[in-house]
């Protein structure tokens, strides 16, 4: 056999031991048993849900709160800052639309015109009646004076005709009298009318100054300094140019106080039953992985909630952060780690050590040569560990995975 041949034969065989190796190799990896220690330690348990960074304390920007006086009762965000501007005390937040207290502004005006027109004529209507009436009395005063003169002369008239100007000059006086009394009527009677039409006048006026005093309450200021955040309407949209706002709830936007910050999130109903008032939290920052604030939890709500689009019950977790830092916002996604339990000293093993037959929980446990299966009894667990209060001792070596060959072992029971 030449050398040739022998480096063909030679590579070929190399060849079949690979693909040999390459198919059934690998399965003998993947069935190759795992294992691990009963390890003594802290055992902690932690809730872990995210959130939404939100400031306890914050200062409402409203808009006109006065509107519903004049029946306007929804006010359109024609401007609005961006979220987030740092702004300085009476600094520039906003701007409502304003074409519907425009309208009123105009009416009042046609009014008060209309009402000015009436107030004039009334006032030329009340100068020339009570003129008419002054006439009418000089008339009588004068006539009043000649027969009196004329009885003066008629000193030696017949008796009849002295009493025909006497019973005259009587007649006048009382006509007198009476004019007097009417006039005197008549001039409160006008009195009273210009005092209704000027105080339609006045009141349309004031009308006026009122409905300019709120228009300029349209464009909107901030009252402190601070930096803007957006409210939420009522079904949890934040507010922005297009949306309305009401006299029930006038805010535009707020001024949060960055040194009082909480972090607003939802638990399930399964772990919501480990979080209670009191419990410390480390909370993370989406936008700042490398922020790690400590936390208290101050509120858990006892009724449930649906979101939006989900029939799964949320009930609401408050935690208060114990630290500031300069970067956070209030908006900002959290990452919530509660911890519900802490306990020093315990065994422990992975999850995947425990197994389970007939309601009994085993772990297959290495004892020298050859593989028990040995009944436990557990404590709490977390998304990784449980704690084992009794079957096992530390540093024992257990199966992460079903060895071959133990379906027909018996579980060694514990002991009573």
Known sequence: MTSKKKLIIAGVAIFVIALSYSL??????????ITTQVIKGKFINEVIISGEA??????????????????????????????????????????LDVSEINGKINDAMLNLESAESKYTQQK??????????????????FSIEENKLELTRSVYEPPATIRKLEIQIEKNERDLREKQEDYFIKKK??????????????????????LTALQNEFTIYSEDEGMV???????????????????????????????KMESKTYSNEVDIRKIKKGLTVTVGFDAFPDIELKGIVTDVANVGENKRGSDIKLFQVLIKLNEINSNIRPGMTTSN??????????????LE???????????????????????????LSNNSDVIITKGLSENEIVYLNKPEDTEDKSIKLLSN
């Open 54 to 95: 939100q400031s306890t304390s914050s200062k409402k920007i409203n808009g006109p709160i006065n509107a519903r006086r004049f029946n306007i009762y929804q006010l359109k965000i024609q401007d609005l800052v961006p979220e987030g501007t740092v702004v300085k005390k009476g600094g520039y937040i906003g701007k």
């Open 124 to 141: 030329l209507d009340t100068t020339l009646t009570l003129k008419q009436e002054r006439n009418k009395i000089k008339d009588l005063l």
């Open 24 to 33: 059934f190799g690998s399965n003998n990896e993947e069935n190759k048993p």
């Open 337 to 350: 780690k509660i911890l519900t339990h802490e306990e020093d000293n315990v065994l422990m093993v992975p």
């Open 353 to 379: 050590a425990i197994f389970t037959k007939d309601s009994i929980s085993f772990a297959y446990v290495k004892s020298g040569y050859s593989i028990q299966k040995k009944q436990v009894e557990l404590g």
């Open 189 to 210: 009677q006008a009195n009273a009318k210009m005092i209704q039409v000027g105080t339609e006048v006045s009141k349309i006026k004031k009308k006026i100054e009122e």
């Open 229 to 259: 955040t957006y409210v939420k309407d009522w079904n949890g949209t934040k507010k922005k140019v297009g949306s309305t706002i009401s006299p029930w709830e006038p805010a535009i936007a707020s001024l949060p106080d960055l040194t």
